[in-house]
């Protein structure tokens, strides 16, 4: 059964910064491609950033330089550093396997002003 559970979401001022993690399990991990999305409330899910196996990334044109996706291919996880945090970028935050139908549950980001 696959498994993509996130966490790190929570309240924070604008300006702020946030760790995210998406810890998997039951696929082989290090040969997929891992995905971050967002949805923000009224919003559809966007894309936020992907990093490949080999740990080439590709974000988002209006995240670059503030965001940061990485990988850790012992534990399995996936992580998004996200600093400078502006209130735009409240929304859930999912975790995607590239190519796959298999998603996390989400986890709440809201950047106060």
């Known amino acids: 059964q696959v498994q993509l559970v996130e966490s790190g979401g929570g309240l924070v001022q604008a300006g702020g910064s946030l760790r995210l993690s998406c810890v998997t399990s039951?696929?082989?991990?290090?040969?997929?491609?891992m995905e971050w999305y967002r949805q923000g409330p009224g919003n559809q899910r966007d894309f936020v950033a992907r990093?490949?196996?080999?740990?080439?990334?590709t974000y988002a044109d209006s995240l670059k330089g503030r965001f940061t996706i990485s990988r850790d291919n012992v534990q399995n996880t996936v992580y998004l550093q996200m600093n400078s945090l502006k209130p735009e970028d409240t929304a859930v935050y999912y975790c995607?396997?590239?190519?796959?139908?298999?998603w996390g549950q989400g986890t709440q980001v809201t950047v106060s002003s």
């Open positions: 995607h396997v590239y190519g796959r139908t298999y």
């Open positions: 039951g696929i082989i991990f290090n040969i997929y491609a």
């Open positions: 990093i490949n196996n080999s740990g080439r990334t």
